[in-house]
């Protein structure tokens, strides 16, 4: 594992991992308690937990990853980066600690790799949570559809051009305007370094809900706890999405938040964290 320099996280450190040949960039916070895993979607990174993790690493170690592509977490020319392969390199990171009884929470596409996971790795994951996250044939969402739609455009976009395109769109995912600009801030800066519309565009040509629907069926045979948060305003993956997962999965419980839209652990990061909190109680 080889440290990196921080700046200005709430608490922990970053840390690159090699995981089956290429780095994962993961945010490490907690001395003890169980270990819990956090998962990001596009366009994203580790920072969309930024005020999630300090409450959840008083009680657990918690493991906030950059995804291959996205954040700190490079992905090298010609390696795929869709959530089947996302998949197969979390479950490498969880073989690569020694811990057990892992709980793994996915937001927007990231919860498509955090239900390949619980459905194929059973026996690894202790508890399961989704935060308006895709499921079923319900994605890619209207916003991200769109720019997988014009991909080869977005590939060909000086870096800056594209910081400055996905700024408005970003905002109209987020319900607290006020606390909207420091994520986006946080969100887009990777995208604005040299190589950044390549690996977004890369990205969304590997957007494909053949991987939740493959996993569909196998949702009510999981026996583990699960956590379903929502946006009740979120105008992307629309909450009949989180009530479909909620009533297929037979432990969960759903928590539809008010004044959350998309992002809602930016939004709403109390609720989040006390959804995990739960989560770890029920495992």
């Known amino acids: 594992m080889a440290e990196q320099d921080v700046d200005q996280l709430p608490t922990g450190r970053t840390r690159l991992i090699d995981v089956g040949g290429v780095r994962l960039n993961v945010w490490t916070a907690g001395e003890s308690g169980p270990p819990v895993l956090l998962v990001h979607g596009i366009p994203t990174n580790h920072r969309l937990w930024w ?6 690493a008083a009680r ?4 906030a990853v950059d995804m291959l592509g996205y954040g700190e977490s490079v992905a090298p020319d010609g390696h795929p980066v869709d959530l089947a392969t996302q998949a197969s390199l979390l479950l490498g990171l969880l073989d690569a600690s020694s811990w057990t009884g892992w709980s793994s929470s996915g937001t927007t596409s990231a919860a498509g790799v955090a239900q390949i996971l619980a459905t194929t790795a059973t026996d690894r994951v202790a508890g399961l949570g989704v935060v308006d996250g895709v499921s079923y044939d319900g994605w890619p969402v209207p916003l991200v559809r769109a720019l997988k739609a014009v991909w080869p455009l977005v590939r060909q976009l000086p870096p800056p051009a594209l910081a400055t395109a996905l700024r408005p ?5 987020f319900a ?12 887009v800066a990777p995208w604005a ?4 519309p390549r690996l977004l565009a890369l990205h969304l040509r590997s957007l494909d809900s053949v991987y939740t629907q ?4 196998f ?3 999981l026996t583990m706890p699960a956590e379903v948060v929502w946006g009740r305003l979120d105008h992307q993956m629309k909450p009949r999405y989180g009530q479909q997962l909620a009533d297929d999965l037979p432990d969960a419980r759903l928590t539809l938040v008010d004044g959350a839209s998309h992002f809602v652990p930016a939004d709403r990061p109390e609720v989040v964290a006390e959804a995990i909190g739960r989560l770890l ?3």
Request: proline share 15%; aromatic share 8%.
């Open 51 to 56: 005020d999630v993790v300090p409450p959840v």
């Open 60 to 63: 657990a170690r918690v493991f």
């Open 169 to 173: 769109a970003l905002r109209t995912l």
């Open 176 to 187: 607290d305007q006020d606390r909207a600009a420091p994520f986006i801030d946080r969100f």
């Open 193 to 196: 370094r040299p190589g950044g």
């Open 214 to 217: 493959t996993v569909a069926p």
């Open 219 to 221: 949702l009510p045979r």
């Open 281 to 283: 109680d029920r495992t």
